[in-house]
C-alpha cells in the first residue's frame, strides 16, 4: 500500500470531490472518519484507522486535522468545494511570497493573484517555501506581497493550521516579482 498515493487520494476526496467514495463533508470541511475509511478501503484493501492515523501524522505539509476525538477529519486548506475551515483571522508579516510557475507571468501582471478554483489564494512567509511551491509550476518564479499594505487597506488574511497565509486575492499594486 503506497502511503504517498493514498495521501494524495484522501486530498483529493476532502478538498474537491467526497463524492467519489460516496461521503460528504460538512459545511467547515470535516468528514466522518469512519465513511471515509470505508470508502477509501474499497479500492485499497487493508486500509484502516491506524494507516490513516499514520498518513495524517507524517504528512510533510500538515494537509489533515483530527477534530478530538478522531471521529471527524478534515483538509486544512486546498478546498475547491465551499467550506469554512473556521480559519482565524490573524495580522500577515510586513511581507509574504507567493511561488508560480512562468506561464502564469502575464496572467499575474495583468489581474494580480486570484484563487482560481481554490477558495483563497496560498501565501507563504519564506522564498524558499514559495521557491518549492514554484517549481511545481513549470521554471518558478516568486512575487513578494506587500502583506502589510493590504492589511492596512482592510485585506483579510488568515494563518492556515499548517502555516500557509491565505487571502480572497492580491490586487496589482501589492504585487512585486522577485529577481
Not at 36 to 41: C, E, P, T, V
Not at 56 to 74: A, C, E, G, M, P
Not at 142 to 148: A, D, F, P, R, T
Amino acid at each position: 500500500m503506497n502511503l504517498q498515493s493514498i495521501s494524495r487520494y484522501i486530498s483529493l476526496i476532502l478538498r474537491h470531490k467526497p463524492e467519489v467514495i460516496g461521503i460528504t463533508i460538512d459545511e467547515h470541511g470535516w468528514a466522518n472518519v469512519e465513511e471515509l475509511i470505508q470508502g477509501i478501503a474499497k479500492n485499497n484493501p487493508g486500509f484502516n484507522k491506524e494507516i490513516l492515523e499514520e498518513i495524517v501524522r507524517t504528512d510533510n505539509k500538515q494537509r489533515y486535522s483530527f477534530n478530538d476525538d478522531k471521529t471527524l477529519i478534515r483538509a486544512n486548506q486546498g478546498h475547491s468545494i465551499p467550506v469554512d475551515v473556521e480559519l482565524e483571522e490573524k495580522e500577515p508579516p510586513k511581507i509574504l511570497y507567493h511561488g508560480t510557475g512562468e506561464k502564469y507571468i502575464a496572467s499575474i501582471d495583468q489581474n494580480g493573484l486570484i484563487p482560481k478554483s481554490r477558495l483563497y489564494v496560498h501565501l507563504s512567509k519564506d522564498v524558499e517555501t514559495a521557491k518549492a511551491v514554484g517549481k511545481r509550476h513549470g521554471k518558478e518564479v516568486v512575487y513578494s506581497i506587500n502583506s502589510e499594505q493590504m492589511y492596512k487597506d482592510g485585506y483579510k488574511f488568515y494563518l492556515s493550521k499548517n502555516g500557509v497565509w491565505l487571502t480572497k486575492r492580491v490586487p496589482v499594486k501589492y504585487v512585486m516579482k522577485e529577481v
